[in-house]
């Protein structure tokens, strides 16, 4: 079993940062991709960056220049900088691990979740 556990949200006033990390744990042969989702009030969750082993990192267009993804591939972990944060950027942020797990079966695990606040 693989599990992925989030910390570092928090209240912040607009212009402010947090940083997020997600640590993934258990029976781990490899992880592949990992990555941060976004939930806001009502709205659907959606991909803001992600990080492969052999690629550069993704970000969706209304974090460019503002948020930082980074992974430590020793400790299994990705990390999301958050600068410049705006009261649209609140919302709940999900980890997201793709892993291969020690028995095979290579699939996608999601962390509970850590609530980000941005007050103006």
């Known amino acids: 079993q693989v599990q992925a556990v989030e910390s570092g949200g928090g209240l912040v006033q607009a212009g402010g940062s947090l940083r997020l990390s997600c640590a993934a744990s258990?029976?781990?042969?490899?992880?592949?991709?990992m990555g941060w989702y976004h939930q806001a009030p009502g709205k659907q969750r959606e991909l803001v960056a992600s990080i492969i082993r052999s690629g550069n990192p993704n970000y969706l267009d209304s974090v460019k220049g503002r948020f930082t993804v980074s992974r430590d591939y020793a400790k299994n972990m990705v990390y999301l900088q958050m600068t410049s944060l705006k009261p649209e950027d609140t919302g709940v942020y999900y980890c997201?691990?793709?892993?291969?797990?020690?028995?095979?079966?290579?699939?996608?695990?999601w962390g509970q979740g850590t609530q980000v606040t941005v007050s103006s």
């Open positions: 997201n691990v793709d892993a291969t797990p020690l028995d095979g079966g290579r699939r996608t695990y």
């Open positions: 258990g029976m781990i042969f490899m992880t592949n991709g």
